[in-house]
């Protein structure tokens, strides 16, 4: 027979399991809306697909490659020759691409 020590053992364990796991998912999520929040919007037409980088001509005429990966977040399909709105980190990897109407 399992002892009752054994029993209440085991249950805190899981208890304190869960309640990091929480913390950390929770922590996860407010990382990633803060680095949306931080990150510049880079807005053009897609002049050129190459593999993981996006070619995206600006209104001012310069043109810039968007990193893109499995992270991004696709809003809609993309195809050349689309307005797109991304928000891009510091080294210009998209965290989102949308399609501009």
């Not at 208890?15 to 053009?44: M, N, P, T, W, Y």
């Not at 050129?48 to 809003?75: C, F, L, N």
């Amino acid at each position: 027979m399992v002892s009752i020590p054994k029993v209440v053992g085991l249950l805190s364990c899981g208890a304190l399991l869960c309640l990091g796991l929480f913390q950390a998912a929770h922590a996860a999520d407010q990382e990633g809306a803060s680095r949306l929040e931080q990150a510049k919007v880079i807005k053009g037409d897609l002049v050129r697909i190459d593999y993981g980088d996006y070619i995206v001509k600006e209104q001012d005429g310069k043109e810039v490659i968007v990193h893109i990966d499995r992270k991004t977040q696709m809003m809609g399909q993309i195809t050349k020759g689309d307005r797109i709105e991304a928000k891009v980190d510091d080294q210009n990897h998209a965290l989102s691409i949308r399609s501009l109407p």
